[in-house]
């Protein structure tokens, strides 16, 4: 067995190189958001830097007070690009039940979160960051990059993006398909909240089902099924505004 020389240089270990100090930015957010998620609450700074395996002091040699990190970490949180990003990566070949499927699987995620994080935070409303206009040009959030407009518009591009998914489809619908993502996007909202939806949380699945379908019995698949005349006519409603609703569309 051979032995190593006395006195012998031993290889030296490598060192971590020092992360960039916007990357430990980034990484801290994270951390923090992350934290407020599991513990529910604000997490101290203790915490934190326990969780991202660094000491204490360095939080504060790249965010000036904890507060300053706290609105950072919201605003990263809130912002709507990789949501975007992950709706525009929706297969575009898939069925239209699929495709909303998985639009509604990203939503579902997106305000279980917003909900944990805003309990956590005693948030009532979303942050008002403007348009995220660059955000959304880069695919992802730019911390600190604040853009100026109106909060009303800060989701059109996101909405665009999903409109998207639908664009082939509107002969298909009775109605216009923005109007199927808008009601998608309130019963995903109020069917995820624990609160709202009396602990009976809604699978992805069941939404878009309800949405498409409705929750009426169909005739048994060796039968004619009913058309969707049919069906509005059985529920009570005059079938020919139907036909004009689809006339008046452009």
């Known amino acids: 067995m051979t032995t190593p020389v006395e006195g012998a240089a031993r290889p030296a270990q490598r060192r971590a190189a020092p ?89 579902q995620l997106r305000f279980t ?52 998914l639908l664009v082939h489809d509107e002969d298909h619908l009775v109605v216009p398909a923005a109007d199927v993502v808008h009601r998608i996007r309130l019963l995903t909202f109020s069917g995820s909240h624990p609160g709202i939806a009396d602990g009976r949380v809604l699978t992805p699945e069941e939404i878009v089902d309800t949405v498409l379908f409705g929750v009426v019995c169909r005739r048994p698949a060796t039968e004619s099924g009913l058309s969707i005349a049919e069906l509005h006519a059985q529920l009570g409603g005059d079938p020919r505004h139907l036909a004009g609703d689809r006339e008046a569309r452009p």
């Open 113 to 164: 979160e917003v909900f944990g994080l805003m309990s956590a935070l005693g948030l009532s409303q979303p942050p008002n960051r403007g348009l995220h206009d660059a955000c959304y040009e880069a695919g992802r959030h730019l911390r600190g990059h604040l853009d100026d407009g109106a909060h009303e518009a800060a989701h059109q591009p996101l909405l665009e993006a999903v409109h998207g």
């Open 19 to 107: 992360m960039d100090p916007d990357d430990r930015r980034d990484a801290l957010i994270e951390v923090f958001v992350r934290l407020a998620h599991r513990e529910g609450r604000k997490p101290t700074t203790s915490e934190i830097a326990q969780e991202a395996g660094v000491a204490e002091g360095t939080i504060f040699r790249v965010f000036p007070t904890k507060e300053v990190l706290e609105n950072e970490a919201v605003q990263a949180a809130f912002c709507p690009a990789p949501v975007r990003r992950r709706v525009a990566a929706i297969d575009p070949e898939g069925s239209l039940r699929d495709r909303l499927v998985d639009f509604t699987r990203i939503m």
